[in-house]
């Protein structure tokens, strides 16, 4: 609103014998309408990235979850702070229908016209310079029934998060959620990445493991029923695969984000975590698993 009126937004109040204008508001797109898809997203994460740093609230919310600066720029963290829309041209506009018809496409808007991930902290998922995923997580703890915390992109998952960890280890870290990931990248262990949850691990990250040759997976899965199912399952399955899975013990009924925040610093605490990994095969541990 203020921005609308330090354009020159037309009065409240109808003035006597002013002149007519145009009642579309005037502010600066984020986007480029023309873009392909592939740039439309990057423009959009960088949109919610300039958004979270000026959000007192949701800076607040990434603080409280232990994350740190270094990894907001990294990562490109953003937030969806519901002004999206007032930067689209009108709805009844041919570009601003034709702009939200793609947005909706992309899953960034609904078919009411609200954006997906209102009032979410944004966790992109980029490889390659090409956003892939992305993930919401609801700042506000009180939300009407049935409202979701998390959010991800409609349709299947796809990328790997922080793939470059990959690229410079055999051994990585495997979290159920991206927060969780974070954490331990934000206590200094950079060698992790995350599996969208306990539906299923994607194909992507198993196809990347296999393509760099991981030799040893850290499951970090919380320590619930749920957890403790899906970590077990999936270690079944990378253990076929030629990769030895151990697991990581935090007190139970935690998550990695939950512990780290409980028992500070969390460089320390974490690291005790991974040396007291607990092999998951059959028989003897091969060997200790390597710490980077």
Request: glycine share 8%; hydrophobic share 40%; aromatic share 8%.
């Amino acid at each position: 609103a203020v921005e609308l009126l330090q354009a020159d937004y037309p009065p409240l109040a109808a003035a006597v014998g002013s002149v007519k204008r145009s009642t579309v508001p005037k502010l600066a797109q984020p986007f480029d309408v023309d873009a392909e898809d592939a740039a439309l997203l990057n423009q959009i994460i960088d949109y919610y990235h300039e958004a979270l740093k000026q959000s007192p609230d949701a800076l607040a919310y990434v603080e409280k979850r232990g994350l740190t600066l270094e990894a907001i720029e990294h990562f490109k963290l953003g937030f969806a702070n519901r002004t999206l829309g007032y930067r689209l041209p009108s709805m009844n506009r041919a570009a601003g229908a034709a702009i939200r018809g793609r947005l909706q496409r992309l899953g960034l808007l609904r078919g009411s016209g609200h954006e997906h991930f209102r009032g979410s902290l944004v966790i992109p998922v980029i490889n390659d310079n090409q956003v892939l995923e992305m993930y919401g997580r609801k700042i506000i703890q009180r939300l009407r029934k049935g409202t979701p915390y998390h959010l991800y992109l409609p349709g299947p998952h796809k990328g790997v998060f922080n793939l470059e960890a990959l690229k410079t280890s055999k051994e990585i870290i495997l979290c159920e959620s991206l927060i969780d990931a974070l954490t331990f990248w934000c206590a200094g262990y950079r060698n992790v990445t995350a599996s969208y949850g306990i539906e299923g691990f994607p194909a992507e990250p198993l196809a990347a493991f296999k393509q760099v040759g991981i030799e040893r997976i850290l499951m970090a899965y919380d320590r619930d029923h749920a957890g403790e199912n899906a970590a077990t399952a999936l270690a079944d399955k990378l253990i076929k695969e030629g990769m030895d899975c151990y697991r990581l013990q935090f007190p139970k009924g935690m998550d990695a984000n939950e512990y780290a925040l409980s028992v500070q610093p969390a460089s320390k605490s974490l690291g005790i975590v991974i040396r007291s990994a607990v092999w998951l095969g059959k028989g003897e541990a091969p060997e200790k698993p390597v710490t980077v």
